[in-house]
């Protein structure tokens, strides 16, 4: 019945071809023209396909020419034969077409056609359209479809990228404004087409934050699939990918709805992540009445993320939720001032060159010349070496000045997409306020306390949260590597290897827009792509996490064996030390002392050596117990002091301690060990 009534409607428009009723036509229109299938699905075909594209033309008097233009790597226009298309060889397609003609009963003259594309060689970008001249001489052509040409038998790499869609939008925009128009006239629903111009209409002036990604480089070595986020979870059923590519995803339109979805499906599989640029991007501001989100806020997460996770914490970037829950506690207290200013920062333009630091992971190049420049991010850079720091500021702070006008525009663009934007608090960001904040996290027993700017925030979370920041505190520059960085300290590979777990993931974050530029630039996409998709875990028959407890015999009696039990529970090994014998284990990598730097039996001196006088102090007074130090006796070691005014408070402290130790405590432990 459904053949039927298709092939009715089409005899239906045919026939209008032979109506006189053109003499009615008192202001003939330009052609409507449709293609039905634009984008093969996920943007993709195997090399040595030939790609067939069907459409339909829409007359009100006579159509005199139709052309089919195709061109390969964004070279010259070629044309292809064009045929009559039937309804039944692809009913889907005309079925879809046709679906949007509303008036079926009007006077129209019809063309449904088609091409073929011959196959091209796998790494190849072919885009085509469809260009139609009536005999009033007005010329109208389709949207530009596209498509990537892969390797069929090579390892699946799923790209999450909207903007490959919305950005032919923009370089179509003039003729799509003009198809959406003639629907005044012609009875055809072009609405979807009408809604993603509007979407990308801001970017018309803007160009450069909806850049061109090259994917074909990548198409030569892989088996690539192309979607939007919203496509995601049912992309990874049907592709099973190696690796998951998040490309630029600075849009609050372009949020992962379902990143513990993501996270469980790289984790059953083993799979590598790699996220570009302004994935991370927390954009927002308040407009006097309420909180609008201009990034995908969720991809970073607040405390939760400790417990679900987030795409910060998988790549790496843990202490990044402390900022976001600071941002919403002050938000909720009515000061929105924190709340603006973006943790990470997309769009700062870079032209210094990129230095690959290890060339065991990024072997096709040695360094990326950035000839025309790129863009890169601001806000990972907490992570860096105390030595390094110093000198990422002064260079950060002098680009924020050269290129202010450049920085603004991006918060331009804001404005004319949301309505708001707060660009004094965006370039405020680059003065480091929170980078600076994370660096100096102050910790009590049972809060995290953090000063941004003149603003100083308290936060309280649980226990297993409080342990978990103190810790990352000091270890979260150890648990990443730092791949690839440019002398400005803005462009860098940044890579997280899980080898302490069987259900372990390679990531990747790279902070500049490295999809947008040329072979070089992929190559060593290429190259990160490989690496993560070859996860292997550490093999070994012993715990990784060795744990010596110094203490002497009260305190041990009291609560030394509880905390011995407890990490045992975990998986780790525990060996106590008697000060008499520390000596031998001084140089250990995880040491936890019982006691303060008054406790009995020369444990006390080796609290002296751990904690300055402030925080000797402090145990004395009973103010403060749980301590964490960084490289004490041994360079990468950690040494946590747990300690009361007296041996009772001691063991409470143990206590306090051990609640917040579970299995992603120790799992951190394992990282930093095998890091």
Not at 195 to 217: C, I, N, Q
Not at 443 to 458: K, S
């Amino acid at each position: 019945m459904k053949k039927a009534l298709s092939l009715a409607l089409f005899l239906l428009l045919a026939m209008s071809n032979f109506t006189v009723g053109q003499v009615l036509i008192e202001n003939p229109q330009p052609s409507l023209v449709i293609l039905g299938n634009p984008y093969p699905k996920y943007f993709s075909i195997p090399e040595g396909e030939e790609y067939t594209a069907y459409f339909y033309v829409i007359e009100d008097l006579d159509i005199e020419e139709v052309t089919f233009y195709y061109r390969i790597n964004y070279g010259e226009w070629q044309i292809r034969p064009v045929k009559t298309a039937t309804i039944n060889e692809n009913e889907e397609i005309y079925n879809s077409i046709v679906g949007r003609i509303y008036n079926r009963s009007a006077i129209l003259r019809t063309f449904y056609g088609k091409a073929t594309i011959p196959s091209q060689k796998a790494g190849s970008v072919v885009e085509f359209k469809v260009a139609v001249k009536d005999k009033e001489g007005h010329v109208s052509e389709s949207i530009i479809g596209k498509y990537f040409v892969v390797k069929p038998s090579e390892k699946r790499v799923l790209i999450v990228d909207p903007s490959v869609r919305e950005e032919l939008f923009m370089e179509g925009a003039e003729n799509i404004e003009l198809l959406v128009n003639a629907t005044e006239i012609y009875p055809v629903d072009l609405s979807d087409y009408k809604e993603e111009l509007d979407r990308v209409k801001p970017f018309l002036t803007h160009s450069r934050f909806l850049k061109r990604h090259h994917w074909e480089y990548l198409a030569q070595y892989y088996n690539i699939t192309i979607v939007s986020p919203e496509e995601l979870a049912t992309a990874l059923k049907e592709v099973q990918p190696k690796v998951v590519i998040l490309s630029n995803l600075w849009l609050k339109r372009w949020e992962i709805k379902d990143v513990q979805g993501l996270i469980r499906y790289l984790r059953e599989n083993n799979a590598g992540i790699v996220a570009t640029h302004g994935t991370l991007f927390d954009g927002a501001v308040y407009d006097g009445e309420k909180l609008i989100q201009i990034g995908p806020v969720s991809h970073i997460g607040t405390f939760d993320a400790y417990e679900k996770g987030s795409l910060a914490t998988l790549l790496g970037f843990e202490l990044l939720p402390v900022i976001e829950e600071a941002k919403k506690e002050s938000a909720e207290n009515g000061n929105y001032a924190i709340f603006e200013i973006p943790t990470i920062l997309p769009f700062i333009p870079s032209a210094e060159r990129l230095i690959i630091k290890n060339i065991g992971l990024i072997k096709s190049v040695s360094s990326i010349e950035f000839s025309n420049a790129t863009d890169s991010a601001f806000g990972w850079q907490y992570i860096l070496p105390p030595e390094s720091l110093n000198f990422a500021r002064d260079a950060i702070r002098e680009k924020k000045t050269v290129e202010k006008d450049k920085i603004l525009e991006f918060f331009s663009l804001q404005e004319k997409i949301f309505g708001h934007s707060k660009p004094a608090r965006g370039v405020y960001a680059l003065d480091f306020p929170l980078v600076d904040a994370l660096k100096n996290l102050r910790f009590t027993d049972d809060d995290i306390q953090l000063q941004v700017g003149g603003t100083g925030v308290t936060l309280t979370p649980n226990r297993p949260v409080i342990e978990r920041v103190r810790l990352l505190s000091a270890i979260n520059r150890d648990i990443v590597s730092l791949d690839a960085l440019s002398k400005d300290y803005l462009s860098a590979v940044i890579t997280r290897d899980e080898k302490y777990r069987g259900d372990g993931i390679r990531s990747a974050y790279i902070s500049f827009e490295i999809e947008a530029g040329g072979e070089e630039e992929l190559l060593a996409l290429k190259d990160i792509v490989e690496w993560a998709s070859n996860f292997e875990p550490i093999k070994t028959f012993a715990p990784i996490v060795q744990v010596t407890v110094l203490s002497n015999d009260i305190d041990w009696n009291i609560k030394g064996q509880y905390i011995k039990e407890h990490f045992e529970k975990m998986g780790a090994t525990v060996t106590r030390a008697k000060p008499e014998e520390f000596e031998t284990y001084k140089k250990n990598k995880i040491i936890i002392i019982l006691g303060g730097p008054k406790a009995y039996d020369g444990v006390g001196e080796y609290v002296k050596q751990v904690l300055d006088e402030n925080e000797q102090e402090k145990v004395i007074n009973g103010k403060q117990g749980i301590f964490i130090k960084r490289d004490v006796w041994e360079r990468g070691q950690i040494v946590i002091v747990l300690a009361g005014k007296d041996r009772y408070q001691t063991g409470e402290k143990v206590l306090t301690y051990s609640e917040g130790v579970n299995e992603d405590y120790v799992n951190l432990l394992a990282e930093f060990l095998t890091s």
